[in-house]
């Protein structure tokens, strides 16, 4: 059953393709900041053609986070943006005409500690290893740690490595510098392919704990001047969670092709949980999280000090794609 609906799948999606060549596209482009797991909505939808079903010649390309996204957006270079939402909310309270659309979701964060570390008790008078202080890692760490009756800087000793990438985090950790760090559910898979064991002390899901989204932003002059070409990005965007959500063997072909992952184990992690469990069918930007980030980030950043997520997000274009039934339509597919 499945082949055949990823048959029919292919077929309808080519023909859409083949039937919005004979139309003038659009040029639309959206950069993200990672190449992560949470981004596969992005390749698909290029790589199955949703944006040429949609009047888009769209293009996902690299830009690194931070000022050179913002920078990009506000210079009309891409005319979406997929990062941060801290970094969307913070650029925007400081004067930046930028906005958040839609998510990519949360980031599936863990607090991993060395295997000698059974239980949190244990975990007393340990060194954590963080980026560096400020930054939405670090932010959720303090969260976690909080959370577990753990006092920075008394019960824990908390060491900033420089080292954004949790891989090598966890590295340092398996040399005896650290003895945990916060990784994600990628890590585990890819340690459990090299015969490595580490000890999840604490999921921040199940402590109630938020955790940093990745979202779609733009500018709020593109979303005025240019709102049909928004939509049309946001239902190719919105086709392609879907699509890659009931149909592992596409979700598998771009993580193959942009992430360079052959390993069946990890490809396995990666659709489940992106696809299946953190990227929403409805990706309306998720509140919660970002109003934690403001929360962190005002107490060095005074722009944002009694400001609401709501002030940062525009959630009418989805809003709107609803009221057209544009949702149910599409999740109402059968996959057969």
Known sequence: MKKIFSTVALLFVFASAVAAQEKKLEPLVVSYASVSGSR????IAKEMGL?????????????????PS??????????????GGSLVAAASAQGAPVVMVATLGSIAYKLMAHPSISSIKDLKGK????????????????????????????????????????????????????????????????????????NVLADPVELGVPTP?????????FLTTHRNRAK?????????????????????RVYRKYMR???????????RNYLLTSIPLKPYPIEQAIQADIEDLSASINELRGKKAADFMDRSLLNELEGEGFFARLHGQKTR
């Open 40 to 43: 596969a909505p992005l390749w």
């Open 232 to 252: 049309a990005f946001l239902r190719a965007f919105c086709e392609a969670i879907w699509l890659g959500r009931n149909n592992k063997e596409i979700a598998f």
């Open 261 to 271: 992952l052959e390993e069946p184990k990890l490809l396995e992690s990666m659709h």
């Open 51 to 67: 944006f040429e079903k949609y009047g888009l010649d769209g293009n996902p390309i690299f830009v690194p986070a931070g000022y």
């Open 70 to 83: 913002i920078s990009a957006l506000i210079s009309g270079d891409v005319q979406f943006i997929a990062t």
């Open 213 to 221: 989204a990745s979202d779609i932003s733009s500018t709020r002059q």
């Open 127 to 198: 060194v954590i290893g963080a980026l560096r202080p400020g930054t939405t890692t670090d932010f959720v760490l303090q969260r976690i740690l909080l959370k577990l009756g753990l006092v920075p800087g008394k019960d824990v000793t908390i060491m900033p490595t420089g080292l954004s990438r949790s891989d090598e985090r966890l590295l340092l950790m398996f040399q005896g510098k650290i003895q945990a760090t916060i990784g994600t559910v990628d890590n585990l898979a890819q340690l459990e392919l090299k015969g490595l064991k580490v």
